[in-house]
């Protein structure tokens, strides 16, 4: 059946048997019933058929698995590959068709917003992992999709996750943003509840950002650390700063994106510090955060890391010692933008850039690494 899967219409077939086995198993009206299909194959009376719905359900989970093995195979021997959302490919059939509902449902009933009469059998539940796995490798699309579709259950955030970091869909940058602010709102709901999930999380956020730069700028750009709220998490932004010090090298390419770079880093790390300084104390009353001074710690020390890096593979040196003189130099107000490079005063930039960075080096006098970045900044700056 699996071979032949387009022509037998297999996959509609599996999923309404899965619906209608499944559909017994539901608690309606709040009292629990006897399912029909156990009462049908009770009445057989053959130890060949067994009367629990379960093993039907597991035996049509298996055929969408073979349906999505069999799929995998065809396409890498296509001459060329298959649109994404192809309507005729197997994971789009399944997912048409509905069965990441049923998994759903299998998974995590009261997540899925239904409540059944028994638990399915711990084998089921596995192997219902094992094809929604099966499903999202195969499509990130629809992986994304589902992920925002069942944002309360676990089970698929941690499969979503583990796709996601397989393939961080870099030819999608829209969805790459999209998987950015899901990932951030599930970590803020899961983060003190399920560690396991938020490892999954920062993982998957890690992995994104290291696979685009452009995404990296626009998270620090969208959500500034003087936006969020006196108790949301920092995790995300340090994940965002610290990947573009793994940068392997800056194509000519890219460069045009080095001064947004820097100028976003930048405007992290002051607004990590501000409050700490007295210089940028918020007034009384602005209602914008103050960082923990640890947090800002973090977040400073991996800003200048950061920056050093970029220094040393600047595809046109001397842009990011540059457009860091200026970006400490003089910090533009909220909607503004730097002033061009050919337009700003280098020497009045520089004195300024190495006052903020020793104003910055006072905040944290026990930090060993930031102390030591800050020290290599200023001997680029004061030698420019």
């Not at 597991?58 to 055929?63: D, P, R």
């Not at 499903?135 to 583990?162: P, S, T």
């Not at 923990?292 to 593979?313: F, K, P, Q, R």
């Not at 700003?344 to 905040?363: C, F, H, P, R, Y």
């Amino acid at each position: 059946m699996a071979v032949n899967y387009a022509e037998n219409n297999v996959i509609p077939v599996m999923v309404a048997c899965l619906q209608l086995l499944l559909r017994g198993y539901e608690i309606e009206g709040g009292a629990p019933t006897t399912p029909e299909v156990e009462v049908a194959f009770e009445l057989f009376g053959d130890d060949r058929l067994p009367v629990d719905g379960w093993s039907y359900i597991a035996y049509c989970l298996e055929v969408c698995l073979h349906v999505l093995s069999h799929w995998s195979c065809t396409k890498l021997a296509a001459p060329k590959a298959p649109e994404v959302l192809d309507p005729g490919a197997a994971p789009v059939r399944l997912a048409s068709a509905g069965v990441v509902d049923v998994l759903a449902e299998l998974i995590d009933a009261p997540a899925a917003g239904v409540e059944l009469r028994g638990q399915p059998p711990t084998a089921l539940v596995q192997k219902a992992c094992e094809t929604l796995q099966a499903l999202f490798e195969r499509n990130g699309h629809i992986c994304l999709f589902c992920m925002k579709h069942y944002a309360e259950v676990k089970q698929i955030l941690l499969v979503g996750c583990d796709s996601i970091v397989a393939d961080p869909l870099s030819n999608h940058p829209e969805m790459q943003q999209e998987a950015i602010d899901l990932f951030t709102s599930a970590f803020e709901k899961f983060a003190m509840k399920d560690e396991r999930l938020s490892r999954k999380l920062l993982k998957a956020l890690t992995v994104l950002f290291e696979s685009s730069y452009q995404l990296v700028v626009w998270f620090l750009q969208q959500h500034p650390l003087r936006a969020l709220a006196e108790l949301q998490s920092l995790d995300a932004h340090i994940e965002a700063v610290r990947a573009v010090a793994r940068a392997g090298y800056w194509s000519a390419e890219d460069a045009p994106l080095l001064p947004d770079c820097v100028a976003a880093l930048t405007g992290t790390m002051l607004d990590a510090v501000e409050g700490h300084l007295d210089f940028s104390k918020p007034p009384s009353g602005s209602g914008r955060r103050v960082v923990d001074l640890t947090e800002a710690e973090e977040i400073a020390a991996s800003c200048t890391a950061s920056v050093l890096h970029l220094m040393l593979i600047d595809p046109s040196p001397p842009t990011v010692q540059q457009c860091l003189a200026r970006s400490l130099g003089k910090r533009p107000r909220d909607g503004d933008d730097l002033p061009p490079l050919e337009e700003a005063d280098g020497s009045i930039s520089s004195e300024e850039a190495v006052n903020t960075l020793m104003k910055i080096m006072q905040v944290f006098p026990s930090s060993d690494r930031l102390q030591m970045n800050c020290q290599h900044i200023l001997t680029s700056l004061l030698g420019e």
